[in-house]
């Protein structure tokens, strides 16, 4: 299986971007899907998830309310809705799979820059 995330850019403060992530190969059937992020000189931070067969989603304290995970099973596809985004959301945000409950990434994007100026 391969990610390839997209939709990264730059944007002022209090804008939106949509990311996209989609998935080649045959055998794709991952129990989660999720977002991280790395922000320059900072730790990979887990932003959110969403599980790909119920759909439920799960954020991370700093971005609830600001953005919305969701997917297109058929495309193989999980997005990442970012509204009022802030300068401190600037980072390389990567997509990735887990197989189970645990976090344990089986497959990451390749990362794409989101660039927030104030």
């Known amino acids: 299986v391969q990610l390839q995330a997209s939709g990264g850019g730059l944007v002022q403060a209090g804008g939106s971007l949509r990311l996209s992530c989609s998935a080649s190969?045959?055998?794709?059937?991952?129990?989660?899907m999720g977002w991280f992020r790395r922000a320059p000189g900072k730790e990979r931070e887990f932003v959110g998830h969403?599980?790909?067969?119920?759909?439920?989603?799960y954020y991370t304290d700093s971005v609830k309310g600001r953005f919305t995970i969701s997917k297109d099973n058929a495309k193989k596809t999980v997005y990442l809705q970012m509204n009022s985004l802030k300068p401190e959301d600037t980072a390389v945000y990567y997509c990735?799979?887990?197989?189970?409950?645990?976090?344990?990434?089986?497959?990451w994007g390749q990362g794409t820059l989101v660039t927030v100026s104030s």
């Open positions: 990735a799979t887990w197989a189970g409950l645990k976090v344990e990434v089986d497959n």
């Open positions: 190969g045959r055998a794709f059937s991952p129990y989660r």
């Open positions: 969403i599980t790909w067969s119920g759909g439920s989603t």
